[in-house]
Structures are given as structure tokens and as C-alpha cells.
């Protein structure tokens, strides 16, 4: 029986030099941990893709490849690359986390349990839900009813 209960309470338990998330339990989570896949993924694409156009500026238009340097100002279709490309990726972004932020306020909206804490001058008081507490009942007395 006990090697029962430690199979099932490891798949939660993080464990040591773990590098991801531990499994979701909720569905929130899981919006969590896709929208922290799909910023890793833009992420990687743009160092990946900057990466990429450093080394290939740096070999092209090195002294040696091109001894004489090429004189224009503008290149409008690059302009309009620069400015459209980084405004896709912020609303590629945008939609997912705004999906989840709404998701979260549902779930303020209905809430298992609330908890008011109000401090007076020399003690606090309880409320929870239609009841009211004083400072002298313990927490742990709070949660247990």
C-alpha cells in the first residue's frame, strides 16, 4: 500500500534539477504553461533569426568580401518588414495572454471562499462569508468550521 501512495504523489513532487513545470492541475495552469511554450517559441525564433542575420551582415559586408562600400539611404520594403514583423509577434502574444487574464477573472468572480480581515485599533476582526469573528478565535478555529 505504501509504495502505492509514493507512485501517485511523485508524479506531482517536483524533483531534483527539475528544468520544466511539474504537471498542470488545473486548467489555468495549463493556460499558464502554454502561453509560457508559445512565448519560448517566438523567443527562440527571433534569437535564432538575429543570430542568423548578424553573422550573415558580418561575413557579407566584411573589408575583405567588399572593399568598396555600397552608398543608399533607403530600402522601403526592408522599413516595412522591421515595422509590420514586431507588431505580428506582440499580437501573436497578446491574443493568448488576454484569453488567460479573462480566465482568471472568472474564476475571481467565483470564489470558494472569502475571507474579510478588518483591523481595528487594538484587535482584528473575521468575516467569513455572513459570520463574524473576533481576534481572540484562532485561525486554524477560522478554517476548520
Not at 498542470?24 to 493556460?31: D, H, N, Q
Not at 512565448?39 to 548578424?54: D, K, R, S, Y
Not at 539611404?73 to 484569453?99: D, F, G, R, Y
Not at 480581515?117 to 487594538?122: A, F, K, L, M, P
Request: proline share 6%; net charge negative.
Amino acid at each position: 500500500m505504501f509504495s502505492l501512495v509514493w507512485v501517485q504523489c511523485k508524479a506531482d513532487l517536483p524533483t531534483p534539477w527539475q528544468m520544466l513545470f511539474q504537471d498542470p492541475l488545473t486548467a489555468s495552469m495549463e493556460g499558464l504553461v502554454d502561453l509560457h511554450h508559445d512565448i519560448c517559441f517566438f523567443l527562440i525564433t527571433i534569437l535564432i533569426l538575429v543570430l542568423w542575420l548578424g553573422v550573415r551582415i558580418v561575413y557579407s559586408f566584411h573589408h575583405s568580401r567588399m572593399p568598396m562600400p555600397e552608398r543608399f539611404n533607403h530600402h522601403t520594403n526592408l522599413e516595412l518588414i522591421w515595422a509590420i514583423l514586431p507588431s505580428l509577434v506582440v499580437t501573436l502574444i497578446l491574443l493568448p495572454s488576454l484569453t488567460l487574464i479573462y480566465t482568471f477573472d472568472d474564476l475571481i468572480l467565483k470564489p470558494a471562499l472569502t475571507v474579510k480581515v478588518i483591523g481595528r485599533q487594538w484587535f482584528w476582526v473575521y468575516e467569513l462569508d455572513e459570520h463574524v469573528y473576533s481576534s481572540l478565535v484562532d485561525l486554524d478555529q477560522l478554517l476548520e468550521l
